[in-house]
């Protein structure tokens, strides 16, 4: 049986967790840690879904060492963690294995693999020093756009809200034995996974909300639904995704709708609070970088000039620092 890790059992993780763990076509096992770990053991991996509950059982443990290697790794870590954890995730790598990195943003390996140009650079914004690509390499990486909401409502315990959409692919755009493999079991476990032959251009459309709607509700404290309904948010948001769209087509991106489509689908989420918002409110560590910065940096890779993007940028680093 298929060995699958998810490292990092927070809300999308265990949400991850819990459905490959009920469809029971793989051996599920999640790296945790505090309440949220002795919950799993003492009582299981709670998902609540469509009016449901399940209660799953998957190997819960601290430390990757008590579980080793796998055939898959998901990784359900922030993006902004993922460097930190580098050290505590070597353990579940085996010669073959490979990594699902779960995460929004723009990803470290982007530059990997075809379909992209610059092949074998680095961005600094998201991997800085080239560690992550350095230790994990980027062989193992598979990708993923993660279309869903959901809540760790209680240690052990996570709601899902919507969505079950969760392409994968390989960096290469190639259909390989491990990608169909991931897809297969991610499909039997209930998510809309099929294998895509250029995963960048969807994971630009999930990207093209997240950069603008996540640090313009920092600033406003604004919900999607207000944020695309109100007319001066709205101008800044639509100045944004107009900068964005010129960077990600200077490296071979093409947008199948436009700017006031992408907005719409923010608007039909609704009043949800972005989880940049709830991350600074918190006083957690945001995915600005990730979500934001990456963009910036491919704007000075081609030599554009992105003056909204970079503005924003600067007021919600600003306003981290503020509290």
Request: proline letters at 5%.
């Amino acid at each position: 049986m298929t060995r699958i890790c998810v490292f990092g059992a927070g809300a999308i993780g265990g949400l991850i967790a819990a459905q490959l763990a009920h469809a029971g076509k793989s051996e599920v096992s999640v790296i945790a840690r505090g309440a949220n770990l002795d919950a799993i053991r003492a009582g299981g991996l709670i998902l609540r879904k469509g009016g449901e509950e399940f209660v799953t059982r998957p190997r819960a443990a601290e430390k990757a060492a008590e579980i080793g290697p796998q055939d898959f790794v998901i990784i359900g870590l922030k993006a902004y963690a993922l460097t930190g954890a580098i050290d505590a995730l070597m353990p579940l790598l085996g010669p073959e294995t490979a990594i699902l990195f779960a995460q929004n943003g723009l990803p470290w390996w982007y530059f990997y693999g075809g379909g992209a140009a610059h092949g074998g650079r680095k961005l600094e914004s998201v991997d800085p020093g080239g560690l992550i690509w350095d230790r994990l390499t980027p062989e193992r990486a598979i990708g993923t756009v993660v279309w869903q909401a959901a809540e760790l409502a209680a240690p052990g315990i996570v709601v899902h809200g919507y969505g079950d959409r969760m392409p994968v692919g390989e960096p290469s755009g190639e259909q390989t034995a491990r990608v169909k493999t991931l897809s297969t079991l991610l499909v039997d476990a209930g998510f809309k996974s099929p294998v895509r032959p250029n995963l960048r251009t969807e994971i630009w459309l999930k990207l093209w909300g997240n950069l603008s709607f996540n640090p313009v509700s920092v600033l406003t404290r604004g919900t999607l639904e207000q944020l695309a309904n109100d007319p001066e948010s709205r101008r800044v948001i639509r100045a944004m995704m107009a900068e964005a769209r010129a960077v990600a087509e200077a490296f071979g991106i093409s947008f199948t709708i436009d700017i006031d489509e992408r907005i719409g689908m923010a608007a039909r989420v609704g009043a949800h609070r972005t989880s940049m918002l709830q991350d600074v409110d918190a006083g957690r560590p945001t995915e600005l970088d990730a979500l934001l910065g990456s963009v910036i940096e491919l704007a000075q890779i081609a030599g554009m000039a992105v003056p909204t993007l970079q503005l924003v940028y600067d007021l919600v680093k600003a306003r981290c620092r503020f509290g």
